[in-house]
């Protein structure tokens, strides 16, 4: 096709918003274009929600093993097969993975190039091939989906010294001796509990005063005790200052308000953040405005300010969540395939923190709800009031509800506790069929499974004004 290969949509990026974007142009008749830098499926399939949680789950299994004497049954010493963890995460890996690339290659209209992308004006890019070489794409649209990359912060001594991120960390083919975590979020945390629970001392250092930025304090707190419970060591308002090898070990400086502490470890994992990828991609040579992280910035429909371009999934910002990512393609396909007028505005966004138990959000926090002069009503009930719960023995958490004092709706709520993310889901299908927390508090759920605390949750002795 002479110098270039021409397209009517190019998508860049095969994460959970790109891989069924492409697929649906191409099956609404346009030539397609999908270009992937490393593998198909994106963050989540391959370094983020499928490997990790195939890994929580091994740490769920030692974690109960240990207590199976609270339950009456007695077993041996238990040993870790990391190697066998490992196994069986990049088993369900390549099962993801290939299962996408496979419909991927059977769509018509539709050729998968495996290269880095880079623009060179708003309506081409270049193409550097994985198996070498260059190809010029030109593009009638184009639909960024390139995600982001562990941000590696500005340490002093990092350079010299060897390190994990989230995703080398689940290549390890040994438990750590003690796993240093710099960051207090859910990847730091989630990594956290389960390498102490596979067997390894962990320190995690939070720069600011609570775990979890954005999250009620409450909510914060009962996290920390959780972790604490666990045997994991916590510093918060520490500082990161200074990271240096000695010998087979790490030693990491810190800063605890005015006093300065060595900290001790065998390895070290980075868990300050991801960066999106669009200084790979050159986005400035399209002429796309970006913020000051460098994310994309869209609008409601995300459309970029280049017409023509869209971006979705975590580079455009916001939450960078998979079902955030695999929405943003439900509301391009509408848009431009179905000729619908779908947009982001109102749209709640729910998430699960795998830590054990479970942390279920949607909606606003009570901090949020503050914030904005709401007139609300908190309802809050611990996990240990809760039959299902103690049946099974995980009453560690609560369960809260913001509710609209004068409307009755839930604003917002945050289950901590065993299968929190599911029993956050009920709450999110009440919010979306806008049904007063009375019609929670009045229904008949089955006994005993634990949505039947939502009856519980909305007694009036569990409302704090």
């Known amino acids: 096709m002479g110098e270039f290969d021409q397209y009517q949509a190019i998508v860049i990026g095969s994460g959970q918003g790109g ?90 209209n539709l050729d998968l190039i495996f290269g880095e992308a880079r623009f060179t004006d708003p309506h081409t890019i270049q193409v550097r091939l994985k198996n070498g070489g260059e190809r010029t794409l030109k593009g009638a649209q184009f639909f960024i989906n390139a995600g ?82 666990d045997g994991i060591e916590v510093l918060l308002n520490t500082k990161a200052e200074r990271v240096a090898k000695d010998g087979s070990q790490i030693k990491l400086g810190v800063a605890v308000g005015a006093e300065s502490r060595t900290l001790s470890g065998s390895h070290l994992l980075l868990a300050t953040g991801r960066v999106p990828n669009t200084d790979v991609l050159d986005v400035g040579a399209a002429g796309l405005a970006t913020d000051d992280g460098g994310f994309i910035r869209v609008n409601s429909k995300l459309e970029t300010n280049v017409p023509g371009i869209y971006a979705l999934g975590d580079i455009k910002g916001g939450p960078a969540f998979t079902h955030i990512s695999y929405d943003d393609f439900r509301i391009i396909r509408t848009n431009l395939i179905d000729k619908g007028k779908a947009s982001t505005d109102g749209r709640l966004v729910p998430y699960t923190v795998f830590i054990d138990p479970q942390l279920g959000r949607v909606g606003l926090t009570e901090t949020q709800a503050r914030a904005q002069n709401r007139k609300i009503r908190i309802a809050k009930m611990p996990m240990s009031y809760v039959a299902r719960a103690l049946e099974v023995d995980e009453t560690r958490g609560f369960m809260k509800a913001i509710v609209d004092a004068d409307s009755g709706q839930i604003l917002g709520a945050a289950v901590l506790g065993i299968e929190g993310g599911e029993v956050m889901a009920m709450l999110q299908l009440a919010m979306m069929g806008k049904l007063p927390y009375t019609a929670l508090y009045n229904a008949v759920f089955a006994h005993p499974n634990l949505s039947e605390a939502l009856n519980n949750l909305f007694l009036k002795a569990n409302f704090i004004e």
């Open 148 to 229: 982001c990359r562990p941000a590696v912060p500005s340490l002093e001594g990092l350079k010299s010294v060897p390190y994990l991120d989230s995703t080398s960390i689940m290549e390890l083919d040994a438990v750590p001796e003690h796993l240093l975590v710099i960051g207090g979020g859910y990847i730091g945390l989630e990594f956290g509990q389960l390498f102490r629970r596979l067997g390894s001392q962990v320190t995690v250092v939070q720069r600011s005063a609570q775990l979890f930025n954005g999250e009620d304090p409450d909510v914060a707190a009962e996290v920390l005790k959780i972790l604490q419970q």
């Open 19 to 108: 891989t069924p974007l492409c697929q649906a142009l191409a099956n609404a008749g346009m030539r397609t274009a999908i270009v992937e830098r490393a593998h198909v499926g994106g963050t989540c399939v391959n370094e983020g929600c499928t490997p990790t949680k195939t890994m929580v789950a091994s740490g769920r299994v030692a974690y109960l093993a240990r207590r199976s004497a609270d339950y009456g049954v007695h077993t041996g010493d238990i040993r870790i097969d990391m190697g066998r963890i490992r196994e069986r995460k990049r088993a369900i890996v390549n099962s993801f993975r290939d299962g996408n690339q496979g419909r991927i290659e059977k769509t018509a």
